[in-house]
Structure formats: structure tokens, C-alpha cells
């Protein structure tokens, strides 16, 4: 789509409202506000004239001075349908996002089991709880005689806080503070703990959980890590995460531009921060390709030191051959 002055501006005035009015740094907002309106008076944006161009600016030029990955401005050919004050979604949106979690089998990419009996679960994203319960409950069934287990979020770029607390909750015992979100909006900490009910049976803390990671790990990926992390709950494996701490929500700035605007920020029970612009620090940094099978060395090693059958000890020795 081709657009003109009138749109640019139209566009930039909501955006610096909407960015002062929902942001969850409100100091920082009236920067970035006073940044965008400098430059559309000095005339930066005027020779853009395509909308998808528009928005890549818009978001390079947000992202240039905040460095959240979350802030972004988005174009829509089809024209968005209008906001709504009710906040949940409608039945037609329900449909479609139930649609679009089945393409996706809900985020579970592999649920498996590796040789010497480690679990493996490739978690592409975390869905809603009400669409994801019943099949965690199912993967950890499946998992639940495994000897240890390795979560690859290495393509994980992120999805619903709740999943991660639900998820989290199959390996403790006992309940547990993972986080808190702070949040703009009503200008409280909302307190997230593992459930003390599952659908399905627990895995525990007795066994050992190893998390992979990558610089596309984001978001909700990072902060199941962070919580593990910090909970020497697990170890984490392969690279720096992206870096984006920040939970929001769309708000429409015409019928064609929308802006995805972070309300709240995580803060750690353990460390009291985030991992906002820095990511996620893995425990053993390898590459991220390599990291499926550093996990199961470490792991097979540890099952070495304590394995008396020499038939074992044999089998064992040829995998970590193999994985090297």
C-alpha cells in the first residue's frame, strides 16, 4: 500500500499517545515519543511512501533507541478489524487461534526418548493453558520413566507466561516461586508459582533437566529458562538468548498499522532483575547446533561414573564416541 503524508502523521500522533499511555516505562516513553516527533518534523519519514517500509522505519527507529525487541509496528494489507473494549477474546477469535494452534500441534515439535533412555521434548512455543494442558499432561506421561531429560527451546521464540508456569510445574515437588510480572496497567506484581494440581504426573526435582537454548530462543522460551536457571533447576545449554523480557499487547494506530506495545516487565525472586537486552547467560555456552549433543555427553558421562555392568559401561562409552 501506498501512503501519504496525511497517513505518516495520522500514524506517528497515535503511536507517541499510545506509547506514553501504555508503555511500562513511562520516562522512557516521553523519549521515545519526543525521538518520533522530531523526526517526522524534521522531514525523515517523508519520502517513505510504503506502508510495509513505514513500519519497518517506524520500528527500527523505536528499536535504535529502546532496544526492546518486543516494541515493533506492524503493517496489515487487510484492513484490522476495530478494537474492542472487551478485552477477551470473541468466539470467531477463539476459532482461529485454536486453528492456528493445531497447524502448529500447539507447539510440541518432538516429544521422544534418546538412547540410555533421556527424555527429549522440542518445544517450538508455549500456547494457552487451556489448549496446551491436556497435552503437557500426555507429554509427561510419556516422559515420566525417563532417566533425565532435555528440553530444546532452541527455536522457541515465545507465547503465553502461564504455559511456562505450567510447564515448570511438572518438575518440582513442591510449590514453587518462579516470577513476577510487573505490569503498568493496574501497577502491580503479579506472583507466578508452580500449580499445585496437574493433569498429568509429575516428572519431580530428583532427576536432571537440561534446557537448550539459541539467540532465537525469546520471550516466553527465555523466561522458562531464566526461572530454571536461577532455581538450579536445570542446566542450561548453547547460546545467549534474544533478550525480551517485556509482555504486551497490540493496539491499532489505523486500520492498516497496529503497534505491539510491552505493559509489564519479569522480576526474578532470585536475582530481582530480568533478562531484558542481555538474554539469558547459558550455564555451558557451545553453539546452538551443538548443544543437543553436549547435553547428552554430560549426561551420559554422569551415568558412566556410577554404572558397575560392564555391558553398560561398554554401550555407554561407544554413544560418547558417537556424540563426538
Not at 508455549?126 to 496446551?132: K, S
Not at 501497577?187 to 534446557?211: F, K, Q, S
Amino acid at each position: 500500500m501506498v501512503i501519504d503524508a496525511a497517513t505518516r502523521q495520522q500514524v506517528v500522533d497515535t503511536l507517541v499517545a499510545d506509547l506514553e499511555r501504555y508503555y511500562v516505562f513511562p520516562d522512557k516513553a516521553k523519549q521515545y515519543a519526543a525521538m518520533l516527533n522530531a523526526k517526522q518534523q524534521q522531514g525523515a519519514y517523508d519520502a517513505v511512501s510504503s506502508a510495509e517500509g513505514f513500519a519497518r522505519r517506524l520500528t527500527g527507529d523505536l528499536q535504535a533507541v529502546s532496544h526492546d525487541r518486543h516494541l515493533e509496528v506492524q503493517y496489515s494489507a487487510e484492513p484490522l478489524p476495530p478494537e474492542s473494549a472487551n478485552t477477551e477474546p470473541s468466539a470467531q477469535e477463539n476459532a482461529e487461534l485454536l486453528g492456528i494452534g493445531r497447524r502448529l500441534n500447539f507447539g510440541i515439535e518432538t516429544v521422544g526418548r534418546l538412547p540410555f533412555n533421556i527424555g527429549y521434548v522440542d518445544l517450538h512455543a508455549f500456547m494457552p493453558p487451556d489448549q496446551v494442558s491436556s497435552r503437557y499432561a500426555a507429554m509427561m506421561t510419556l516422559l515420566g520413566d525417563t532417566r533425565a531429560l532435555i528440553i530444546d527451546l532452541r527455536k522457541n521464540d515465545g507465547g503465553d507466561p502461564d504455559a511456562v508456569g505450567l510447564l515448570a510445574s511438572y518438575l518440582f515437588d513442591r510449590r514453587t516461586h518462579l516470577n513476577d510480572i510487573y505490569t503498568r496497567t493496574d501497577n502491580r506484581n503479579h506472583e507466578m508459582w508452580t500449580r499445585t494440581r496437574l493433569d498429568g504426573p509429575r516428572y519431580g526435582a530428583a532427576r536432571e533437566v537440561y534446557v537448550l537454548t539459541s539467540g532465537k530462543t525469546f520471550s516466553a522460551g527465555e523466561d522458562f529458562s531464566y526461572a530454571l536457571k536461577n532455581l538450579k533447576r536445570a542446566t542450561l545449554v548453547g547460546e545467549t538468548t534474544g533478550g525480551g523480557a517485556h509482555p504486551g499487547m497490540p493496539h491499532m494506530l489505523d486500520r492498516h498499522f497496529a503497534v505491539f506495545i510491552p505493559f509489564g516487565r519479569s522480576i526474578s525472586p532470585v536475582t530481582h532483575t530480568d533478562w531484558e537486552g542481555t538474554g539469558v547467560v547459558p550455564d555451558l555456552a557451545v553453539p546452538s547446533d551443538d548443544a543437543l549433543a553436549v547435553a547428552q555427553r554430560r549426561l551420559l558421562a554422569g551415568f558412566l561414573a556410577t554404572e558397575k555392568d560392564p555391558e553398560v559401561r561398554d554401550a555407554l562409552n561407544r554413544r560418547l564416541k558417537e556424540l563426538h
